[in-house]
Protein backbone atom coordinates (compact mmCIF):
# COMPACT_ATOMS: atom_id res chain seq x y z
CA UNK A 1 0.00 0.00 0.00
CA UNK A 2 1.37 3.59 -0.43
CA UNK A 3 1.53 6.78 1.39
CA UNK A 4 -1.76 7.94 -0.58
CA UNK A 5 -3.53 4.66 -0.05
CA UNK A 6 -2.88 5.04 3.78
CA UNK A 7 -3.49 8.46 3.64
CA UNK A 8 -7.20 7.83 1.53
CA UNK A 9 -8.07 5.12 4.61
CA UNK A 10 -7.21 7.15 6.98
CA UNK A 11 -9.63 9.88 5.55
CA UNK A 12 -12.59 7.55 5.47
CA UNK A 13 -11.71 6.18 8.93
CA UNK A 14 -12.08 10.25 9.82
CA UNK A 15 -15.00 10.86 7.35
CA UNK A 16 -16.39 7.32 8.94
CA UNK A 17 -16.35 8.96 12.30
CA UNK A 18 -17.41 12.63 11.73
CA UNK A 19 -20.57 10.87 10.12
CA UNK A 20 -21.54 8.93 13.07
CA UNK A 21 -20.43 10.94 15.98
CA UNK A 22 -22.57 14.15 14.73
CA UNK A 23 -25.59 12.24 15.28
CA UNK A 24 -24.56 10.38 18.22
CA UNK A 25 -24.46 13.53 19.79
CA UNK A 26 -27.37 14.86 18.87
CA UNK A 27 -29.17 11.49 20.29
CA UNK A 28 -26.66 12.28 23.72
CA UNK A 29 -28.24 15.79 23.99
CA UNK A 30 -31.75 14.72 23.16
CA UNK A 31 -31.84 11.97 25.97
CA UNK A 32 -30.48 14.29 28.00
CA UNK A 33 -33.41 16.90 27.76
CA UNK A 34 -35.84 13.88 27.92
CA UNK A 35 -34.61 13.08 31.10
CA UNK A 36 -35.07 16.62 32.57
CA UNK A 37 -38.56 16.58 31.06
CA UNK A 38 -39.38 13.28 32.80
CA UNK A 39 -37.96 14.08 36.08
CA UNK A 40 -39.72 17.50 36.02
CA UNK A 41 -43.36 15.42 35.18
CA UNK A 42 -42.31 13.29 38.00
CA UNK A 43 -41.99 16.08 40.44
CA UNK A 44 -45.62 17.26 39.05
CA UNK A 45 -46.90 13.94 39.50
CA UNK A 46 -45.66 13.38 42.98
CA UNK A 47 -46.85 16.84 44.24
CA UNK A 48 -50.55 15.97 42.44
CA UNK A 49 -50.90 12.56 43.69
CA UNK A 50 -50.10 14.72 47.66
CA UNK A 51 -52.61 16.94 46.70
CA UNK A 52 -55.11 13.87 45.84
CA UNK A 53 -54.69 12.18 49.21
CA UNK A 54 -54.97 15.59 50.77
CA UNK A 55 -57.92 15.81 48.78
CA UNK A 56 -59.86 12.23 49.18
CA UNK A 57 -58.97 13.00 53.02
CA UNK A 58 -60.96 16.07 53.31
CA UNK A 59 -63.43 14.32 51.30
CA UNK A 60 -64.18 11.56 53.47
CA UNK A 61 -64.23 14.13 56.39
CA UNK A 62 -66.61 16.38 54.96
CA UNK A 63 -69.09 12.95 54.26
CA UNK A 64 -68.62 12.04 57.71
CA UNK A 65 -70.09 15.50 58.62
CA UNK A 66 -72.41 15.38 56.01
CA UNK A 67 -73.65 11.58 57.60
CA UNK A 68 -73.95 13.01 61.00
CA UNK A 69 -76.17 15.98 59.78
CA UNK A 70 -78.22 13.46 58.27
CA UNK A 71 -78.95 11.37 60.92
CA UNK A 72 -79.74 14.39 63.16
CA UNK A 73 -82.28 15.76 60.98
CA UNK A 74 -83.60 12.19 60.40
CA UNK A 75 -84.30 11.98 63.98
CA UNK A 76 -86.12 15.39 64.35
CA UNK A 77 -88.50 13.94 61.07
CA UNK A 78 -88.95 10.86 63.27
CA UNK A 79 -90.07 12.83 66.47
CA UNK A 80 -92.34 15.17 64.27
CA UNK A 81 -94.03 12.45 62.00
CA UNK A 82 -94.86 10.43 65.96
CA UNK A 83 -96.41 13.56 66.96
CA UNK A 84 -98.38 14.36 63.95
CA UNK A 85 -99.85 10.59 63.57
CA UNK A 86 -100.19 10.95 67.54
CA UNK A 87 -102.13 14.68 66.70
CA UNK A 88 -104.17 12.58 64.03
CA UNK A 89 -105.17 9.71 66.47
CA UNK A 90 -106.23 12.32 69.42
CA UNK A 91 -108.38 14.72 66.64
CA UNK A 92 -106.27 17.45 67.96
CA UNK A 93 -106.95 16.50 71.49
CA UNK A 94 -104.24 17.14 74.29
CA UNK A 95 -104.81 13.88 76.12
Known amino acids: MTEWGVVGVI?????????????MIKVSSNLTKIS??????????????????????????????????????????NNHEVRITTLENTGGKKS
Open 11 to 23: AAIVGLIVTVAGP
Open 36 to 77: TILDSITARVDKLEGADRDFQESTRQARGRLHERIDEVAGQV
